[in-house]
């Protein structure tokens, strides 16, 4: 009988897959090794064109809106993971038919050998995939590397004995590695395949749960620490408009706020060896540790910042306290040569943006910061160092970053090269949060008033007024209370006289210095979505 065929091999390849998938996700969770399948995404969409990543970017968007999800940023990273592994497995899969293939032809090449091979080659092409992101790792990248060979290597291993049992199983000639064992200890086909995918699955389904508990147990970690704001009363605390109820919070927790970066796992940076270096159009290349940075006088502020990618009404947008050094402040320390014009900032998972001078030295709360709400930056939100530029989606503004190039011109950031907008501006917006119809207000003059508020923003530009109108109807001014900073999005409140019925509700503001916001409906790519937000309910 012929060897098993290469429909046989994408079975068996993903069987064997799988297993290897989660440990890999254990691996990564326990000890910071890496997460092959999420490097390999990651990979890929670098390489990928521009237009084909914004593309999955707004359908995967659009996706998780429409099934109702409101962590925006935390689904799309579960999408993204879940894509790597499908991708991971599709080759495993790819890879066992190719080798059941090869088998069947070359009828005189042993499976063992040829599945140690088919590892080994999987185990280069890996390595050198990683190698090429530059990703820093928990580990030492000997330790990683040497991790990610054995587990490739046992992979194709088994691939080859999964072959040889199949082949000896229909009762076809052995090879002679396989010459001499008894026909009564030979298993049908079937049966082998059923006992290798019970195996597959039981480590793939513990290897799962592992690494999610101690995800869990990570997290609670996090939300345990002290921010400055549980101890510290919000600079507005006085203010005379209090938001309507289910408004959402004036301060973002650090674990609510959004996170979006070109990365399925978070990038692992060591304190202890990190650097800031600065070269280019210096004097002397000049490398700053963390403390240092830290001595200079801290700046705080409270900062609005938004996702370029996020829709009209969407959730990637968070305020809270940053916390970090005026750029202004660094500059001397640097010593620039003349003709310097821009800052080319590269961050650990292979970022990079471009700043303009003219920028920093007009601006003193261009930062580069440290921490968030009094607390160490969080690894997924940029430790140890990030950059804030105040009026800018944060497509602009590096996580991570461990490197300044001082250039004499600009150059296209990581995004802009992918058909984003060169500048970035933030876009006004207003969003409708609540109509808290459960919050039924009677007034002195016998009218049954419903609460509506939500939140307006205009980057650093300020607002100056929010409208709201019911239907058809006028534009009616609503209250203001007052923002966090200059920098913070706004607060508005409507008690609006209840009318029963269908209504829809439409939300506008204006900036600071009295500009519309834009209300021509468009999407985020390239400059920033537009539009006004409307809700409909029938009361």
Known sequence: MARPSSATGVLVGALLTAPLIALFFVAGRLFGLPVVPFDLFDWLTRILPGGLVTLGIDAMVKAIRAVGSTGTDVAAKLVE????????????????????????????????????????????????????????????????????????????????????????????????????????????RRRFIVRLGGAAATITVAGAAVGAVVGTRRRGLVASRRAWSADHPLPNAGAGVEPAPGTRDELTSLEDHYRIDINTTVPAVDEASWRLRVGGLVERPVELTLRQLMDYEPLHQFVTLACISNPVGGSLIGTTRWTGVSLQRVLPDLKLKPGATHLKLTAADGFYEVVALETVRADERAMLAYAWDGLPLEPKHGFPLRIYIPDLYGMKQPKWIQSIDVLDHWEEGYWVERGWDRTARMKATSVIDTVSVNMMLSKADATTRIPIGGIAHAGARGVSRVEVRMDDGPWTEAKLRAPLSGTTWVLWRYDWAFVPGNHKFTVRCYEGQGAAQIAEPAPPHPSGASGLHSKSLML
């Open 81 to 188: 993971q879940g894509m790597a592994v499908a991708a991971m497995l599709v080759a495993g899969m790819l890879a066992g038919a190719l080798l059941f293939a090869f088998l069947r032809s070359a009828k005189r090449v042993g499976s063992r050998p040829a599945g140690l091979a088919a590892g080994a080659v999987a185990a280069l092409a890996v390595l050198l995939i990683t190698a090429g992101l530059g990703r820093p790792t928990r580990v030492a990248p000997a330790i990683a590397a040497v991790w990610t060979a054995l587990a490739f290597l046992a992979w194709g291993a088994t691939l080859g004995w999964a072959h040889l049992r199949l082949t000896e199983a229909a009762g076809a000639p052995a090879t002679p590695e396989g010459e001499g064992r008894d026909p009564v200890e030979r298993v049908s």
